[in-house]
């Protein structure tokens, strides 16, 4: 086991590759502003409790999604099945156009809030901005659930990354 030794900060390319090493799964995160429909592929996803129910996603400052969420204050979280990596290399890519990003991705307004979910999830969460604190060049956005559902059993592979690569987990 190496170690770095370290009276300062860490460098940001053995942070990414240790912390690569944990294998996380795949959603997609989306909001509404003004009308328009915004996501991101977020990875930096948890629950945080379960009274009241919380959940948590980490938005990069510099990205759309950042201002578009935390001006709504609602959004919608859809846990990835292993065959919708495509939607989550389409999300994780800057520079989409904003209003053909959801072209031939099928959705459904969620019941609460009207923010999009992945139809063919695991399963969709549609939450209200519980608080926001902040995380370095990350907000940390904690959300209220407000409402949830499962997706078709039928595939109940997942889709995880794990050392810089997107891998389907099937259930054995």
Same mark, same amino acid.
């Given at each position: 086991?190496?170690? @770095?030794?370290?009276?300062?900060?860490?460098?940001?390319?053995?942070? #990414?590759?240790?912390?690569?090493?944990?294998?996380?799964? +795949?959603?997609?995160?989306? !909001?509404?502003?003004?009308?328009?429909?915004?996501?991101? !592929?977020? *990875?930096?996803? !948890?629950?945080?409790?379960?009274?009241?129910?919380?959940?948590?996603? &980490?938005?990069?400052?510099?990205? #759309?999604?950042?201002?578009?969420?935390?001006? &709504?204050?609602?959004?919608?979280?859809?846990?990835?099945?292993?065959?919708? #990596?495509?939607?989550?290399? #389409?999300?994780?890519?800057?520079?989409?156009?904003?209003?053909?990003?959801?072209?031939?991705?099928? @959705? !459904?307004?969620?019941?609460?809030?009207? &923010?999009?979910?992945?139809?063919?999830?695991?399963?969709?969460?549609? &939450?209200?901005?519980?608080?926001?604190?902040?995380?370095?060049?990350?907000?940390?956005?904690?959300?209220?659930?407000?409402?949830?559902? @499962?997706?078709?059993?039928?595939?109940?592979?997942?889709? +995880?990354?794990?050392?810089?690569?997107?891998?389907?987990?099937?259930? *054995?």
């Amino acid at each position: 086991m190496s170690s @770095t030794e370290s009276s300062g900060s860490v460098p940001p390319a053995e942070f #990414r590759a240790a912390l690569g090493q944990f294998a996380s799964g +795949i959603t997609i995160m989306s !909001t509404l502003q003004d009308g328009v429909a915004h996501a991101m !592929t977020a *990875n930096a996803f !948890t629950s945080v409790s379960l009274d009241p129910p919380l959940v948590l996603v &980490c938005v990069d400052k510099g990205v #759309r999604m950042h201002s578009a969420v935390l001006d &709504c204050g609602y959004w919608a979280v859809s846990v990835l099945s292993g065959a919708q #990596r495509a939607i989550a290399e #389409r999300f994780a890519r800057s520079g989409r156009d904003l209003y053909s990003q959801f072209d031939g991705i099928g @959705t !459904t307004a969620g019941p609460k809030t009207g &923010c999009p979910t992945v139809d063919g999830a695991l399963s969709w969460l549609e &939450c209200r901005t519980w608080a926001t604190y902040d995380g370095g060049d990350h907000t940390i956005v904690v959300g209220e659930v407000l409402s949830l559902g @499962t997706g078709d059993p039928s595939d109940p592979s997942a889709l +995880i990354y794990h050392s810089s690569n997107y891998r389907e987990l099937p259930e *054995n």
